[in-house]
């Protein structure tokens, strides 16, 4: 493994007193062999030293200078600008928003790689598992982007997020499906309450009840349902038809099973007597179904779980529920990073300890919680702190991902200084002091870093 | 260095629990159906019956949740490849998925139509024009001040040095405004050279910081050597260290590679609006989304072609960079 990936990146040579660029240092110290003149190494570092002062450090300057002047750029502001990030309603939900990014997303991607990377350990194909979830990292946030649009179409028979979601839920809570069904004046139904219609008067085993609807366009029927059949009367039993009574073309006749009219397949009938639900059947293809002898004399009704709309599943980008899913569509990116990582620093660990720990009668949970995670906590906050400024700066996912409608609510900071600088109405004021608060936001891990290489320069 | 860094460099030990539970598989099967037949088959020190039972239960428990995880973590890519080989009426109409019932529904009509449409085509060329010498440069400049950094003398090396590190993790967003001010005034803004040059700017500290950090581990020994062959200082870098440093150089390349060719960001504010690289031409289709699934299925994903080639081709160096990158 690379040192530098987790910092030790150390001249493999004995410590040099000092840094001090002398040719009269001991010979050991890594510096020049060839007694380099200044001129050649100006030669060598000039090109990096003038592309980074003039694009990242004078840049900086000019952000934190601008970030106290107003829109205009021509009176100042003091702090104005930053008092606006704290106030202004939107950018306070990108401030709101960026919080929950940066607690949340590195989070699960950590916790998800650590799960992956210990129990692909024991695996022979580990290497292709990782492989596949590593491989998002390779492609770029804007097709991400667009792969989890597709993911999150709102349509069921479109998105694969809310498919898998509304089969679930049709499985314990199901719809029928016939909304906007309803029975005309001379149908000897009546509105029962509450969205369900109860037959006007009672019923009797013997005589076929009628239960005609209209309503219901042609295109919206099942397409397994068939012509209705008139029920035929059965002894003690109490038989009936519900039926779509509408002949398309005209000519059907109110209240008659006329040839060409569908059963209603599926349709859910109650027999209520005092309010008590005695009996209950469902409604075959043609339309007809029969209820024991119990229901004889009681009101048959079609509860209104038969003319609930269809459940449509999740809007996933819509205000609520955006930034959760934008979030899901990071950790699909970022989980393998995190598992890669790990997975490097789960080899490092000794396996004698482990082993040691199963020999004492450790079982795996424990192993895992009390032997593993301790021994990787650097790696993993390796992990967290890169993942961590990395979810700072996230702009492409939620840029492409949020639909317009939805945009104020995904807003991230990131987002809001691209709008702030280059949108409508931009305001520089504004966008430099938020590039400022990223930049301020890093800065402990730009001295951690500065810090870790000294100790190393200097060894 | 860097030899098994994909794998974690699992040691050997390791392999063994997943060999260890497969063959015990069919042998536990066997002897779990004639449980009468004693212990006599196995050798002596395997152990008990009952917890060779439990471990290949678990085992083939977790066989099944990593497939699991992994169909989980394939099928939006899948669901991508699949809606961008289907008409768009098909789209509209239903969900790719379909397409197991419907075979016939696969065409490869989008793929034309996307390689007929200039802006696409024209977006990848810049794509390439942009990435190419952006990678190219970072290699360049990264490595001579990486070398600078590692063994050369010059007065405040160390400091210098230090001053690189903290800009490993500026992000770029500070300088999005300065930078197109600045490039305004020199009338490079919305140029391909103005975006090369700032993604070079952006990808140096790390440059610098890897190749500095591989160059310093090269043996004294070598670089004295070549110096007693009467190698001077460019010769000793082109001829000794160049070559020393492909192992770096290369997930260097490859890591900016990536990083240039994936970016959206840079590309939509400094980019030439005529010849966009490909990340913000299929972004300007995104307004439209539910309407241009046809043009942008196809299109993200000849866009990932190159990336994914790339990653799959050089997968040990792209893993090391990133793991170098960790701090980035």
Same mark, same amino acid.
């Given at each position: 493994?690379?040192?530098?990936?987790?910092?030790?990146?150390?001249?493999?040579?004995?410590?040099?007193?000092?840094?001090?660029?002398?040719?009269?240092?001991?010979?050991?110290?890594?510096?020049?062999?060839?007694?380099?003149?200044?001129?050649?190494?100006?030669?060598?570092?000039?090109?990096?030293?003038?592309?980074?002062?003039?694009?990242?450090?004078?840049?900086?300057?000019?952000? /934190?200078?601008?970030?106290?002047?107003?829109?205009?750029?021509?009176?100042?502001?003091?702090?104005?600008?930053?008092?606006?990030? +704290?106030?202004?309603?939107?950018?306070?939900?990108?401030?709101?928003?960026?919080?929950?990014?940066?607690? /949340?997303? &590195?989070?699960?991607?950590?916790?998800?790689?650590?799960?992956?990377?210990?129990?692909?350990?024991?695996?022979?194909?580990?290497?292709? +598992?990782?492989?596949?979830?590593?491989?998002?990292?390779?492609?770029?946030?804007?097709?991400?982007?667009?792969?989890?649009?597709?993911?999150?179409?709102?349509?069921?028979?479109?998105?694969?997020?809310?498919?898998?979601?509304?089969?679930?839920?049709?499985?314990?809570?199901?719809?029928?499906?016939?909304?906007?069904?309803?029975? #005309?004046?001379?149908?000897? #139904?009546?509105?029962?309450?509450?969205?369900?219609?109860?037959?006007?008067?009672?019923?009797?085993?013997?005589?076929?009840?009628?239960?005609?609807?209209?309503?219901?366009?042609?295109?919206?029927?099942?397409?397994?349902?068939? &012509?209705?059949?008139?029920?035929?009367?059965?002894?003690?039993?109490?038989?009936?038809?519900?039926?779509?009574?509408?002949?398309?073309?005209?000519?059907?006749?109110?209240?008659?099973?006329?040839?060409?009219?569908?059963?209603?397949?599926?349709?859910?009938?109650?027999?209520?007597?005092?309010?008590?639900?005695?009996?209950?059947?469902?409604?075959?293809?043609?339309?007809?179904?029969?209820?024991?002898?119990?229901?004889?004399?009681?009101?048959?009704? #079609?509860?209104?779980?038969? +003319?609930?709309?269809?459940?449509?599943?999740?809007?996933? #980008?819509?205000?609520?529920?955006?930034?959760?899913?934008?979030?899901?569509?990071?950790?699909?990116?970022?989980?393998?990073?995190?598992?890669?990582?790990?997975?490097?620093?789960?080899?490092?660990?000794?396996?004698?300890?482990?082993?040691?720990?199963?020999?004492?009668?450790?079982?795996?949970?424990?192993?895992?919680?009390?032997?593993?995670?301790?021994?990787?906590?650097?790696?993993?906050? /390796?992990?967290?702190?890169?993942?961590?400024?990395?979810?700072?700066?996230? +702009?492409?996912?939620?840029?492409?991902?949020? &639909?317009?409608?939805?945009?104020?609510?995904?807003?991230?900071?990131?987002?809001?200084?691209?709008?702030?600088?280059?949108?409508?109405?931009?305001?520089?004021?504004?966008?430099?002091?938020?590039?400022?608060?990223?930049?301020?936001?890093?800065?402990?891990?730009?001295?951690?870093?500065?810090?870790?290489?000294?100790?190393?320069?200097?060894? | 260095?860097?030899?098994?860094?994909?794998?974690?460099?699992?040691?050997?030990?390791?392999?063994?629990?997943?060999?260890?539970?497969?063959?015990?598989?069919?042998?536990?099967?066997?002897?779990?159906?004639?449980?009468?037949?004693? %212990?006599?088959?196995?050798?002596?020190? *395997?152990?008990?019956?009952?917890?060779?039972?439990?471990?290949?239960?678990?085992?083939?428990? @977790?066989?099944?949740?990593?497939?699991?995880?992994?169909?989980?973590?394939?099928? %939006?890519?899948?669901?991508?490849?699949?809606?961008?080989?289907?008409?768009?009426?098909?789209?509209?109409?239903?969900?790719?998925?379909?397409?197991?019932?419907? %075979?016939? $529904?696969?065409?490869?009509?989008?793929?034309?139509?996307?390689?007929?449409?200039?802006?696409?085509?024209?977006?990848?060329?810049?794509?390439?024009?942009?990435?190419?010498?952006?990678?190219?440069?970072?290699?360049?400049?990264?490595?001579?001040?990486?070398?600078?950094?590692?063994?050369?003398?010059?007065?405040?090396?160390?400091?210098?040095? @230090?001053?690189?590190?903290?800009?490993?993790?500026?992000?770029?967003?500070?300088?999005?405004?300065?930078?197109?001010?600045?490039?305004?005034?020199?009338?490079?803004?919305?140029?391909?050279?103005?975006?090369?040059?700032?993604?070079?700017?952006?990808?140096?500290?790390?440059?610098?910081?890897?190749?500095?950090?591989?160059?310093?581990?090269?043996? *004294?020994? @070598?670089?004295?050597?070549?110096?007693?062959?009467?190698?001077?200082?460019? *010769?000793?870098?082109?001829?000794?260290?160049?070559?020393?440093?492909? %192992?770096?150089?290369?997930?260097?390349?490859?890591? $900016?590679?990536?990083?240039?060719?994936?970016?959206?960001?840079?590309?939509?504010?400094?980019?030439?609006?005529?010849?966009?690289?490909?990340?913000?031409?299929?972004?300007?289709?995104?307004?439209?989304?539910?309407?241009?699934?046809?043009?942008?299925?196809?299109?993200?994903?000849?866009?990932?072609?190159?990336?994914?080639?790339?990653?799959?081709?050089?997968?040990? $160096?792209?893993?090391?960079?990133?793991?170098?990158?960790?701090?980035?």
């Amino acid at each position: 493994m690379k040192s530098t990936a987790t910092g030790g990146a150390a001249a493999p040579v004995p410590p040099a007193p000092a840094p001090a660029p002398d040719r009269d240092t001991p010979p050991n110290a890594r510096k020049s062999v060839t007694g380099t003149r200044k001129l050649i190494a100006a030669g060598f570092l000039l090109p990096a030293l003038v592309l980074l002062g003039a694009l990242v450090v004078y840049p900086i300057g000019y952000s /934190v200078y601008r970030s106290f002047f107003d829109k205009s750029g021509d009176s100042f502001a003091g702090l104005g600008n930053y008092v606006e990030i +704290f106030t202004d309603d939107t950018i306070l939900t990108a401030v709101r928003n960026n919080a929950i990014w940066v607690v /949340v997303a &590195p989070t699960v991607a950590t916790a998800l790689g650590l799960i992956f990377a210990v129990l692909t350990e024991r695996v022979r194909w580990g290497t292709a +598992f990782k492989l596949v979830v590593f491989m998002p990292m390779a492609i770029s946030m804007l097709a991400a982007g667009i792969i989890f649009r597709l993911v999150y179409e709102q349509d069921p028979n479109r998105g694969v997020a809310n498919a898998v979601w509304v089969g679930v839920h049709d499985t314990f809570n199901e719809s029928a499906g016939f909304p906007k069904a309803r029975p #005309l004046p001379v149908h000897p #139904l009546k509105p029962g309450g509450g969205g369900s219609f109860v037959t006007k008067e009672p019923v009797r085993a013997g005589t076929p009840a009628q239960l005609p609807l209209v309503g219901v366009a042609p295109a919206k029927m099942p397409s397994d349902a068939r &012509p209705a059949a008139a029920a035929k009367p059965a002894d003690g039993e109490v038989t009936g038809t519900a039926w779509l009574d509408f002949t398309r073309g005209g000519g059907g006749r109110p209240n008659v099973v006329d040839p060409e009219e569908l059963g209603l397949k599926g349709i859910k009938v109650e027999a209520v007597k005092d309010g008590k639900v005695v009996a209950s059947a469902t409604a075959a293809a043609d339309g007809t179904f029969s209820l024991p002898a119990a229901a004889d004399g009681a009101q048959l009704r #079609l509860p209104a779980t038969n +003319f609930r709309e269809p459940y449509n599943g999740v809007d996933w #980008l819509g205000p609520t529920f955006v930034t959760p899913a934008i979030i899901g569509s990071y950790v699909w990116m970022w989980a393998g990073f995190a598992m890669v990582l790990i997975a490097a620093g789960l080899a490092g660990v000794p396996r004698e300890l482990m082993e040691a720990a199963r020999v004492d009668g450790a079982n795996e949970w424990q192993v895992f919680r009390r032997v593993t995670v301790p021994l990787l906590a650097p790696v993993l906050a /390796v992990v967290m702190v890169t993942l961590m400024i990395n979810v700072l700066k996230i +702009f492409d996912l939620v840029f492409i991902i949020a &639909p317009g409608s939805s945009q104020d609510d995904a807003n991230v900071l990131a987002l809001q200084l691209y709008r702030s600088s280059f949108g409508t109405d931009a305001d520089l004021g504004v966008g430099s002091a938020i590039a400022v608060l990223l930049l301020l936001l890093v800065i402990p891990v730009m001295l951690f870093n500065v810090r870790r290489m000294r100790r190393e320069t200097r060894r | 260095m860097s030899t098994d860094v994909y794998d974690g460099g699992v040691p050997a030990g390791s392999g063994k629990g997943g060999a260890d539970a497969s063959t015990g598989d069919a042998s536990s099967k066997g002897t779990a159906s004639a449980p009468g037949a004693g %212990p006599g088959a196995g050798p002596g020190a *395997r152990p008990s019956l009952g917890s060779r039972l439990v471990a290949s239960a678990s085992g083939g428990a @977790l066989r099944i949740f990593l497939i699991l995880v992994a169909l989980f973590w394939l099928m %939006p890519t899948i669901g991508l490849l699949l809606s961008s080989l289907r008409d768009s009426s098909d789209i509209a109409a239903s969900g790719w998925w379909e397409i197991f019932i419907a %075979p016939a $529904q696969l065409t490869t009509e989008n793929y034309a139509r996307l390689l007929d449409n200039e802006v696409i085509t024209g977006s990848l060329l810049s794509s390439v024009t942009i990435t190419v010498p952006a990678t190219v440069l970072v290699v360049v400049i990264g490595s001579l001040a990486g070398y600078a950094f590692a063994w050369m003398d010059f007065p405040g090396r160390d400091w210098w040095f @230090l001053v690189v590190v903290g800009l490993l993790v500026v992000p770029v967003q500070v300088a999005l405004v300065p930078v197109s001010k600045l490039f305004g005034a020199i009338g490079i803004f919305e140029t391909t050279f103005g975006v090369v040059l700032f993604h070079v700017a952006f990808g140096l500290p790390f440059a610098i910081f890897l190749l500095r950090n591989f160059f310093a581990e090269i043996p *004294r020994e @070598l670089l004295e050597a070549a110096r007693l062959d009467g190698a001077g200082e460019i *010769r000793l870098f082109t001829r000794v260290v160049l070559p020393l440093g492909g %192992p770096a150089i290369a997930s260097l390349g490859i890591f $900016q590679f990536l990083w240039v060719w994936n970016d959206m960001l840079v590309a939509l504010i400094f980019a030439d609006s005529k010849s966009p690289p490909i990340t913000v031409a299929l972004q300007q289709q995104v307004r439209q989304f539910g309407n241009n699934i046809d043009v942008m299925a196809p299109g993200a994903f000849v866009s990932m072609v190159i990336p994914l080639v790339v990653f799959f081709a050089f997968q040990r $160096q792209f893993v090391t960079g990133v793991m170098a990158g960790a701090v980035k």
